[in-house]
């Protein structure tokens, strides 16, 4: 197995010490993220880095801790140890994060066109007017995420698909290094999905952005992510597809009688239970 695949909890200093030599080419790296919520432990010693341009999977079930991971990189959850680092500086018109939450309601009604929804996220949004640089900015994020032509629409009646590529503009709209999306193809149909994805992996290649994008479909993340980070309630694993996503590593992170099968190039994940075997929804 390659060495950067781990299995958390695993020997303190081998991975500082890997942490330390991606250093310059890292965008992010957390080490040793402990975070308890309601009093029980949510993240158990989580360290991974993700590289500039880099594009990172995050996989696991339901309540695994996914979204609670990206809370404590946005800096609004406090871990109980560890640390977070941004190694790249942050230089003039540019932000460390930019962010999609999960499952974002818009009112069918909201008089606001995608443009302006865009702008919104720039950091003096809240002004009677935008300056040309700022316009200039809306509209690169807008070409970018692939929205350009939906500018004059108004948000609330775009399908799913057209607003999560606005979302995504709108998180691209101060040019972050990182990129945080939380389950951005979900409910969106399978053609949508894959074009969705197309456009993030664009996205990272063109600005050389790292990305972190939580999905339960690994098979999409499987054709776009460099590596994965599959996240259980106690323990995790970090690597590429092909290292994580094999019978006993998933054994391992699930404590339970696990099969990865590979079904006509497709993964299938399984949790064995009597008497037939469940599909796995990670
Ligand atoms: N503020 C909080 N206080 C107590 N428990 C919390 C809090 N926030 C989240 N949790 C719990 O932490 C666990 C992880 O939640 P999280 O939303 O990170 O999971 P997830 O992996 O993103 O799940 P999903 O795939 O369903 O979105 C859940 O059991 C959740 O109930």
């Not at 695949?5 to 310059?24: F, L």
């Not at 939450?101 to 002004?127: K, M, N, S, T, Y």
């Not at 939580?214 to 980070?229: E, Q």
Request: one cysteine or more; charged letters at 20%; glycine letters at 6%.
């Amino acid at each position: 197995m390659n060495p950067l695949a781990v299995i958390s909890p695993a020997p303190a200093s081998p991975r500082a010490e890997r942490a330390t030599e991606t250093a310059t080419a890292a965008a992010l790296i957390a080490q040793h993220i402990d975070v308890h919520l309601g009093g029980r432990s949510i993240l158990n010693d989580v360290s991974f880095h993700v590289d500039s341009g880099e594009f990172l999977g995050i996989l696991g079930p339901n309540g695994a801790g996914k979204t609670t991971l990206f809370r404590v990189l946005l800096q609004l959850i406090k871990p109980q140890s560890g640390s977070i680092a941004f190694p790249r500086p942050v230089e003039a018109g540019h932000t460390a994060i930019g962010y999609v939450p999960q499952a974002r309601q818009i009112d069918p009604e909201l008089p606001l066109h995608a443009w302006d929804f865009v702008a919104l996220g720039l950091p003096h949004a809240i002004r009677p007017w935008l300056n040309r640089r700022d316009r200039a900015s809306v509209q690169a994020a807008l070409d970018l995420a692939g929205a350009a032509q939906l500018a004059r629409k108004s948000i609330g009646r775009l399908s799913g698909g057209e607003k999560q590529r606005v979302f995504l503009a709108q998180a691209l709209v101060r040019n972050p290094h990182l990129l945080l999306l939380d389950e951005p193809t979900s409910n969106l149909d399978p053609g949508a999905q894959e074009e969705m994805a197309a456009v993030i992996d664009r996205v990272r290649r063109e600005r050389n952005i790292a990305v972190l994008l939580i999905s339960h479909d690994v098979n999409l993340v499987n054709r776009y992510a460099d590596r994965i980070l599959y996240l259980t309630p106690r323990h995790y694993a970090v690597g590429t597809v092909d290292e994580v996503m094999q019978t006993s590593v998933l054994q391992r992170l699930y404590g339970s009688s696990v099969d990865v099968l590979r079904v006509e190039g497709k993964l299938l994940v399984t949790i064995s239970s009597d008497p037939v075997p469940a599909i796995c929804r990670h």
